[in-house]
C-alpha cells in the first residue's frame, strides 16, 4: 500500500537530494568532461535511443567511454582467441 499523502513530499525530497548531489559531483564531472575532450576528438555525451516503460522510446546520454568510429578488430581478435 500506498501511502498518497506521502508522495509530495518523498518528490521534494528527491529532488532536493538529488540537487545536492549534482553540486557535490559538478566538479568531478566538469573533470571528466574535460578529459574525454582532450583525450580524442568527438562529442563528449554518447546518446542512444532506448525502450522505456510501456515500450516509450526515450534518449540515454552517457559519457563517451570509447573512441568515435573505432575499429573492433581487436576486442573481436581478442575475443575469439
Known amino acids: 500500500m500506498t501511502n498518497t499523502k506521502a508522495l509530495p513530499l518523498k518528490r521534494v525530497l528527491d529532488l532536493v537530494l538529488t540537487c545536492l548531489i549534482l553540486v557535490v559531483f559538478a566538479p568531478f564531472l566538469l573533470l571528466m568532461i574535460l578529459a574525454i575532450k582532450i583525450g580524442n576528438p568527438g562529442p563528449v555525451l554518447y546518446t542512444?535511443?532506448?525502450?522505456?516503460?510501456?515500450?516509450?522510446?526515450?534518449?540515454?546520454?552517457?559519457?563517451?567511454?570509447?573512441?568515435?568510429?573505432?575499429?573492433?578488430?581487436?576486442?573481436?581478435?581478442?575475443?575469439?582467441?
Open 48 to 81: 542512444q535511443t532506448r525502450l522505456g516503460k510501456n515500450g516509450k522510446p526515450f534518449k540515454f546520454y552517457k559519457f563517451r567511454s570509447m573512441y568515435v568510429n573505432g575499429d573492433d578488430a581487436e576486442h573481436r581478435s581478442y575475443v575469439i582467441t
